[in-house]
């Protein structure tokens, strides 16, 4: 039969063996130290403790933004510097002016970015409206539709769209593409013709050459599609299974579970994503320049040529031997860099939210 008595030292007995109260623990040596003593007299706190692997990790992650940091900050510095000497001897608003860019004398140039800012911003306006369905189905498709056996190799698939070099896509476009849609070119200017989107003007590429702005829509869209797609999925797949799980326990279908449940959860991802494809449309260089005809002028044409501010600088690296030249097409890409940056961090704040 048990028994217990009481010992000095707040002990009990049970069956004769001594057991410590709740009043006491075990602290450094053995010693007993009250219930609510500090922390510091326990053995077992490790507070304050930083292990050098940790002290090694923290030290590579801050010096890795630091880097980036400042090599963001460089960049930005030396474009400003180069464009600088440019725009000084600028004879025209550099926001306003839109006609052909005259810079064959340096002492009085005259260049603008509204068109090539119009043209940039346009097409990569229309590859994000054609990428953003697409990739929306795919991430849909493949969290709540596809079996387990092929998430995966689909998942896959779409991610390779992404490691296919950009003068690829270009040969594609203008060899391939372009001529294949000359016909629904065709139908849509005799349909839409009225409409300045799908308007034709005397000096437009032709149709058989597909090389407009809508083509290289559809290039950009296949291009940025795999950013979309994998960022959206991604954050799909975070979505709680207890969410998941109720709305079908609740009766929901597959599509009222998806609606209901997984896209209000994945939504700032989808969007974030978007902004991600966005920032990398915006800065895409030899598809464009090989899929749509340089033109100097925006006319608010799908059926029209132009040039973006890669394009041109790539057009004009000839004259890079000129400072000045140099310049001026360094103000163009300054003006891309900050356009990239603020919608690569406006992606970073709707992440965030």
Do not use: C
């Not at 991610?159 to 849609?181: C, E, H, K, N």
């Not at 597959?254 to 966005?278: D, H, T």
């Amino acid at each position: 039969m048990s028994s217990s008595s009481s010992l000095p030292g707040n002990q009990d007995t049970v069956d004769g063996s001594p057991v410590l109260t709740t009043a006491n623990r075990t602290g450094k040596q053995g010693q007993t130290v009250a219930a609510d003593a500090p922390e510091s007299e326990l053995g077992t706190s490790n507070a304050g403790v930083v292990r050098p692997g940790d002290r090694i990790f923290r030290i590579l992650s801050v010096g890795s933004s630091v880097l980036v940091t400042v090599s963001i900050i460089a960049i930005a510095v030396f474009l400003l510097l180069r464009a600088v000497p440019a725009i000084s001897r600028n004879e025209e608003n550099f926001f306003t002016y839109s006609d052909r860019w005259n810079l064959a004398d340096t002492a009085a140039m005259h260049f603008g970015i509204p068109n090539m800012f119009l043209v940039t911003v346009s097409v990569s306006i229309l590859a994000l409206l054609l990428a953003m369905p697409v990739a929306l189905g795919i991430a849909i498709f493949l969290t709540a539709y596809a079996p387990k056996s092929m998430v995966k190799p689909l998942g896959y698939l779409v991610d390779l769209l992404a490691a296919v070099p950009s003068i690829v896509y270009g040969l594609w476009g203008f060899m391939a593409l372009g001529p294949a849609l000359s016909g629904l070119y065709k139908i849509l200017a005799d349909v839409l013709g009225f409409i300045p989107l799908f308007a034709i003007y005397p000096n437009s590429p032709a149709f058989e050459t597909g090389r407009n702005l809508f083509t290289g829509g559809v290039v950009l869209a296949i291009m940025i599609l795999p950013v979309i797609a994998a960022t959206t999925r991604e954050v799909f797949v975070q979505t709680p299974r207890g969410h998941i799980e109720a709305s079908l326990a609740l009766g929901a279908t597959r599509w009222e579970m998806v609606k209901l449940a997984i896209l209000p959860f994945g939504k700032s991802g989808f969007i974030s994503g978007s902004m991600l494809g966005l920032g990398r449309a915006l800065g895409e260089t030899m598809a464009l320049y090989l899929v749509i005809s340089p033109s100097s002028a925006f006319r608010a044409s799908l059926f029209d040529g132009g040039t973006t501010f890669a394009t041109a600088i790539a057009n004009a690296a000839p004259e890079f031997n000129d400072n000045l030249k140099a310049g001026a097409y360094m103000s163009a890409g300054l003006v891309l860099f900050l356009l990239t940056f603020v919608v690569n961090s406006a992606a970073r704040v709707i992440a965030k939210k």
